[in-house]
């Protein structure tokens, strides 16, 4: 790709870029939200054509017009999120759009023994009759991988594909992708994990407002110097400023936690849990092992079936659980897990999805009547101080990037200086730069005598924040360590199940270690 | 993928306008096909609907019971709701208007009479509503559907009533008897008399006044007040207002309830203000009109009294063109209101590219002003 431009009125979202990419190599594309990585991938794929610049794909000038196209020039791309009809089975899926055959049973054998060499040749296997809706992420991301294999990919394009995966997935997805490139498959790794890149990447193009910044060999790049090209400036990433005064009161306390879901699985199973003034609490674990249901549980969301609760003086127990607003008034404060679905309200403008939860207190509030100027004043105060873009307080909370709706959130959160901070997923989908800025106020928080719960999938982000890290395993407490006993290696043993009796066993430590990288 | 957006205020005007004028274009060549000239017709109607204060009057008669019923629906909407019971609601308010004048209007003066029998059609309207509303809150039956079934149980309700018990012994008309005067809303006639103003002798009465006051507190009700707030949230997003400690169940009887009064007072307008007396067929239809009307004004009071006085006119107009245009049938306004509803209210987006095109090319390369907040509108 040479000299590609493109134009979104005001907004140049390329602006001259390069790209080239060996054939037979997987090459990362990195780059904070906005940077431009997704509409220069847009352009390749056919749904957008660039303003200026040409495209030659292996050495012929082409021109892509749409996904038809591409896929005829070779070209796959797997979206972040799947383009899968969920009814169908795997083998219809693949099959829908390219049936070999008019008569479907005599297409699906064709289409199965064809799959079946693929499956084998690749490793990437999915149960081919089973309907979409019952798989798994990572089985539907195969899917997807294999889905474009089968319509003759020799270039894949793969947008943050690790987003939604655990860390096991995330390392079958590695071996398939390295597997592919041995056989000559050409890979584009969208992506802002830069610990991905370094592992996987042959070369790296750092994309910055529009434009290529720099392109190394992965063999002379580092994590910092990727960093601090992607923000433009240096980067603190990594654990600083412990926490200086020892743990104070007991600020929240559950006993014997037990929750069920509607299906009537056990989600949560006895489980205990204290936070103290000034402590950040990290829970790690795999997704899906109860701490969304612990956060929804703590924040008033959701009843348990049995289990007590004692907060900011007063006691909860089961059948007359707190709600959200007792919680609020008893300070505290839930920075949801779920942005969109949860946090803001996205058809909203900003000053008003800003009081939203606390629309009822003294200052927003008086006799019935919502105070717009106090609404609005707040909302450019908090827009200030947690550096939200654009300032702009009228503008739809669904028009902000992810990390300003989330900086937004945590300023209403935090700005109503609570005793007990929970927070789900504080950094998902936020640049990098920001990713500092928030980790600061969340230290900032526990200075100031707040107890801070932060539940993340990502272990570093558990690493570099917490001073006690509570893992959950199947609605369980799998272990508790203090931070200084805590490394991917004693973590990631306890994330799958292992408790610190069987830490001899190696195998399943050696696994987890590579897991967890 | 490459749609450009749209600024608000063409949104809000020009996108209206144009459906309306590709609505009209629609109909007219339906009335070309059949052989009458579309100028002359749509000449007719204007004239009928504003052309003289008579026509006006009618207009603005039939506006104001599609105030009511439309501001009903739009309350719902915002509450996540589909009330397509207006109808019903509509009915009721009517019923509990006109059984509390049938009572008490020989005894009570009008100052009581009247504000009572508001407030009894409004609590008929809401009752009626909150049945449905309590279904969907704690039993999870469906509002769309319960609401619907509700309208037939409120008109053969009114049939059962007005034929078994209200109507007058020996008549042969299936009406009640008569209101005493204390029950009669002042018509506009009467009450432009009193102003010195002459003013033809039409069913347009002072509830146009009701309308207007509704019209005024729903938009202060939806964007000034906490329970707005609350009830908004939980229309765009259920799953954040649980979040923010707002109850959903009580939203969805706030907003069914707050529905069915504005749907009751219609009763305000046809009962107290034309009939005078309970008879059937008071609402015969309002209670759709105001899903179209509510679809057309985008579910914002202003808008909502726009598209009234826009489906008034239809009305009036529409007879008027059947009275007047020979071989006019009256099945040919309503075909004229079908492409209306179909062309701003089903299809409103479908010309959205295209005016955003012109839009945005008569600005030039000018820098698009972000989508401004949605907060008033």
């Given at each position: 790709m040479l000299g590609i431009s493109k134009r979104f009125g005001p907004v140049?979202?390329?602006?001259?870029v390069d790209l080239t990419v060996g054939r037979g190599t997987v090459h990362g594309i990195v780059g904070e939200n906005g940077a431009g990585k997704s509409t220069l991938m847009s352009v390749l794929y056919g749904f957008y054509t660039s303003d200026s610049g040409s495209i030659k794909v292996f050495g012929q000038d082409a021109t892509i017009r749409n996904a038809h196209e591409a896929i005829a020039l070779g070209i796959g791309m797997v979206h972040q999120h799947f383009m899968l009809v969920?009814?169908?089975?795997a083998l219809e899926n693949v099959m829908l759009?390219?049936?070999?055959?008019?008569?479907l049973h005599k297409a699906e054998a064709l289409v199965r023994s064809r799959l079946l060499e693929l499956m084998e040749s690749?490793?990437?296997?999915?149960?081919?009759?089973?309907?979409v809706s019952d798989l798994s992420v990572g089985d539907r991301q195969r899917l997807e991988i294999l889905k474009a294999l089968y319509r003759g990919a020799k270039v894949l394009i793969l947008d943050?594909?690790?987003?939604?995966?655990t860390p096991q997935e995330t390392e079958q997805l590695f071996g398939v992708l390295a597997l592919l490139r041995e056989q000559g498959t050409t890979i584009l790794l969208i992506t802002h994990k830069l610990k991905e890149v370094m592992r996987l990447c042959d070369r790296v193009t750092v994309m910055r407002a529009g434009r290529v910044v720099e392109e190394v060999a992965i063999a002379d790049a580092t994590i910092e110097g990727l960093a601090e090209a992607m923000v433009g400036r240096k980067v603190q990433m990594g654990r600083v400023?412990?926490?200086?005064k020892a743990p104070g009161a007991v600020l929240l306390q559950a006993r014997g936690i037990h929750v069920r879901d509607l299906m009537k699985?056990?989600?949560?199973?006895?489980l205990d849990i204290e936070l103290r003034a000034g402590e950040i609490v990290g829970i790690a674990g795999?997704?899906?092992?109860g701490q969304s249901e612990l956060l929804e549980v703590l924040s008033g969301l959701l009843a348990p079936v049995r289990g007590s609760l004692s907060v900011g003086g007063r006691q909860f127990e089961a059948g007359a659980w707190i709600d959200p607003r007792t919680a609020r008034t008893l300070g505290v404060a839930h920075v949801p897990e779920d942005r969109h679905e949860?946090?803001?309200?996205?058809?909203?403008?900003a000053w008003e999805s800003a009081v939203l939860?606390?629309?009822?207190?003294p200052h927003y509030c008086r006799s019935g009547w919502m105070l717009h100027p106090e609404m609005r004043k707040s909302t450019a105060d908090m827009m200030e101080r947690f550096d939200?873009?654009?300032?702009?307080?009228?503008?739809?909370?669904?028009?902000?990037s992810g990390g300003n709706q989330q900086k937004l959130v945590l300023a209403r959160e935090l700005g109503q200086a609570p005793k007990v901070l929970l927070v789900g997923?504080?950094?998902?989908?936020?640049?990098i730069g920001a990713i500092e800025f928030i980790y600061g106020q969340l230290r900032a928080m526990r200075d100031a005598g707040c107890a801070v719960l932060v539940v993340s999938s990502e272990l570093d982000e558990i690493l570099a924040l917490s001073d006690r890290v509570i893992v959950m395993n199947q609605g369980h407490v799998a272990g508790e360590l203090p931070i200084d006993e805590c490394n991917e290696n004693t973590l990631g043993m306890l994330m799958i199940?292992?408790?610190?009796?069987?830490?001899?066993d190696r195998a399943k430590a050696a696994q987890v270690q590579k897991v967890a990288v | 993928m490459t749609h450009q957006p749209l600024p608000r205020w063409a949104d809000l005007v020009v996108l209206p306008i144009v459906n309306l004028a590709v609505a009209l274009l629609a109909a007219g060549v339906m009335v070309w096909l059949v052989g009458q000239n579309p100028l002359e017709v749509i000449t007719v109607l204007v004239h009928g609907a504003f052309g003289t204060t008579r026509g006006l009057s009618y207009t603005l008669y039939y506006a104001t019971t599609f105030v009511f019923t439309g501001l009903a629906v739009a309350v719902a909407f915002h509450g996540g709701l589909f009330n397509i019971g207006g109808e019903g609601q509509a009915i009721l308010g009517g019923l509990g208007t006109g059984l509390v004048a049938l009572w008490l209007s020989a005894t009570l003066p009008a100052w009581l009479m009247l504000p009572l029998m508001l407030l009894v059609g409004a609590l008929f309207g809401m009752v009626w509503a909150a049945v449905p509303a309590y279904l969907q809150a704690?039993?999870?039956?469906?509002v769309v559907i319960t609401t619907i079934m509700f309208n037939f149980l409120a008109s053969s309700l009114l049939v059962y009533l007005l034929v078994n018990?209200?109507?007058?012994?020996?008549?042969?008309?299936v009406e009640s008897a008569p209101f005493a005067d204390s029950a009669k809303l002042p018509s506009m006639h009467t009450f432009m008399g009193w102003l010195g103003i002459e003013w033809p002798n039409s069913?347009?009465?002072?509830?146009v006044f009701l309308a207007v006051l509704a019209a005024v507190a729903v938009y202060f009700f939806l964007w000034h007040t906490r329970l707005g707030y609350d009830l908004r949230a939980t229309g765009s997003s259920a799953r954040a207002a649980a979040y923010a400690g707002i109850n959903p169940n009580h939203q969805v009887m706030l907003a069914m309830g707050l529905s069915g009064a504005l749907a009751g007072l219609v009763g305000m307008n046809?009962?107290?203000?034309?009939?005078g007396r309970l008879m059937l067929e008071?609402?015969?239809?309002a209670g759709f009109t105001g899903i179209a009307v509510s679809l057309m004004g985008r579910s914002h009071p202003f808008g909502i009294v726009l598209a009234s006085i826009l489906f008034g006119a239809l009305f009036q107009g529409g007879a008027e063109v059947a009275f007047e245009?020979?071989?006019?049938?009256r099945d040919m306004v309503v075909m004229l209101q079908g492409f209306i509803v179909l062309f701003?209210?089903?299809?409103?987006?479908?010309l959205a590219p295209s005016v955003a095109w012109v839009v945005n090319g008569l600005r030039g390369n000018r820098a698009p002003q972000a989508v401004k907040g949605a907060a008033h509108g």
């Amino acid at each position: 790709m040479l000299g590609i431009s493109k134009r979104f009125g005001p907004v140049q979202a390329n602006a001259d870029v390069d790209l080239t990419v060996g054939r037979g190599t997987v090459h990362g594309i990195v780059g904070e939200n906005g940077a431009g990585k997704s509409t220069l991938m847009s352009v390749l794929y056919g749904f957008y054509t660039s303003d200026s610049g040409s495209i030659k794909v292996f050495g012929q000038d082409a021109t892509i017009r749409n996904a038809h196209e591409a896929i005829a020039l070779g070209i796959g791309m797997v979206h972040q999120h799947f383009m899968l009809v969920e009814t169908l089975t795997a083998l219809e899926n693949v099959m829908l759009g390219a049936e070999p055959h008019v008569l479907l049973h005599k297409a699906e054998a064709l289409v199965r023994s064809r799959l079946l060499e693929l499956m084998e040749s690749t490793g990437l296997r999915v149960a081919l009759d089973a309907q979409v809706s019952d798989l798994s992420v990572g089985d539907r991301q195969r899917l997807e991988i294999l889905k474009a294999l089968y319509r003759g990919a020799k270039v894949l394009i793969l947008d943050e594909p690790t987003a939604v995966l655990t860390p096991q997935e995330t390392e079958q997805l590695f071996g398939v992708l390295a597997l592919l490139r041995e056989q000559g498959t050409t890979i584009l790794l969208i992506t802002h994990k830069l610990k991905e890149v370094m592992r996987l990447c042959d070369r790296v193009t750092v994309m910055r407002a529009g434009r290529v910044v720099e392109e190394v060999a992965i063999a002379d790049a580092t994590i910092e110097g990727l960093a601090e090209a992607m923000v433009g400036r240096k980067v603190q990433m990594g654990r600083v400023g412990d926490s200086e005064k020892a743990p104070g009161a007991v600020l929240l306390q559950a006993r014997g936690i037990h929750v069920r879901d509607l299906m009537k699985v056990v989600r949560l199973h006895a489980l205990d849990i204290e936070l103290r003034a000034g402590e950040i609490v990290g829970i790690a674990g795999v997704s899906g092992n109860g701490q969304s249901e612990l956060l929804e549980v703590l924040s008033g969301l959701l009843a348990p079936v049995r289990g007590s609760l004692s907060v900011g003086g007063r006691q909860f127990e089961a059948g007359a659980w707190i709600d959200p607003r007792t919680a609020r008034t008893l300070g505290v404060a839930h920075v949801p897990e779920d942005r969109h679905e949860r946090a803001m309200v996205m058809s909203f403008a900003a000053w008003e999805s800003a009081v939203l939860g606390y629309e009822w207190l003294p200052h927003y509030c008086r006799s019935g009547w919502m105070l717009h100027p106090e609404m609005r004043k707040s909302t450019a105060d908090m827009m200030e101080r947690f550096d939200v873009r654009p300032r702009d307080a009228q503008l739809q909370c669904s028009s902000f990037s992810g990390g300003n709706q989330q900086k937004l959130v945590l300023a209403r959160e935090l700005g109503q200086a609570p005793k007990v901070l929970l927070v789900g997923q504080p950094t998902r989908g936020v640049d990098i730069g920001a990713i500092e800025f928030i980790y600061g106020q969340l230290r900032a928080m526990r200075d100031a005598g707040c107890a801070v719960l932060v539940v993340s999938s990502e272990l570093d982000e558990i690493l570099a924040l917490s001073d006690r890290v509570i893992v959950m395993n199947q609605g369980h407490v799998a272990g508790e360590l203090p931070i200084d006993e805590c490394n991917e290696n004693t973590l990631g043993m306890l994330m799958i199940g292992g408790g610190n009796a069987n830490a001899s066993d190696r195998a399943k430590a050696a696994q987890v270690q590579k897991v967890a990288v | 993928m490459t749609h450009q957006p749209l600024p608000r205020w063409a949104d809000l005007v020009v996108l209206p306008i144009v459906n309306l004028a590709v609505a009209l274009l629609a109909a007219g060549v339906m009335v070309w096909l059949v052989g009458q000239n579309p100028l002359e017709v749509i000449t007719v109607l204007v004239h009928g609907a504003f052309g003289t204060t008579r026509g006006l009057s009618y207009t603005l008669y039939y506006a104001t019971t599609f105030v009511f019923t439309g501001l009903a629906v739009a309350v719902a909407f915002h509450g996540g709701l589909f009330n397509i019971g207006g109808e019903g609601q509509a009915i009721l308010g009517g019923l509990g208007t006109g059984l509390v004048a049938l009572w008490l209007s020989a005894t009570l003066p009008a100052w009581l009479m009247l504000p009572l029998m508001l407030l009894v059609g409004a609590l008929f309207g809401m009752v009626w509503a909150a049945v449905p509303a309590y279904l969907q809150a704690y039993r999870g039956s469906h509002v769309v559907i319960t609401t619907i079934m509700f309208n037939f149980l409120a008109s053969s309700l009114l049939v059962y009533l007005l034929v078994n018990h209200l109507k007058v012994p020996g008549s042969m008309a299936v009406e009640s008897a008569p209101f005493a005067d204390s029950a009669k809303l002042p018509s506009m006639h009467t009450f432009m008399g009193w102003l010195g103003i002459e003013w033809p002798n039409s069913p347009f009465n002072t509830s146009v006044f009701l309308a207007v006051l509704a019209a005024v507190a729903v938009y202060f009700f939806l964007w000034h007040t906490r329970l707005g707030y609350d009830l908004r949230a939980t229309g765009s997003s259920a799953r954040a207002a649980a979040y923010a400690g707002i109850n959903p169940n009580h939203q969805v009887m706030l907003a069914m309830g707050l529905s069915g009064a504005l749907a009751g007072l219609v009763g305000m307008n046809e009962v107290a203000g034309v009939n005078g007396r309970l008879m059937l067929e008071y609402v015969s239809g309002a209670g759709f009109t105001g899903i179209a009307v509510s679809l057309m004004g985008r579910s914002h009071p202003f808008g909502i009294v726009l598209a009234s006085i826009l489906f008034g006119a239809l009305f009036q107009g529409g007879a008027e063109v059947a009275f007047e245009v020979r071989g006019f049938s009256r099945d040919m306004v309503v075909m004229l209101q079908g492409f209306i509803v179909l062309f701003s209210g089903a299809m409103a987006y479908v010309l959205a590219p295209s005016v955003a095109w012109v839009v945005n090319g008569l600005r030039g390369n000018r820098a698009p002003q972000a989508v401004k907040g949605a907060a008033h509108g």
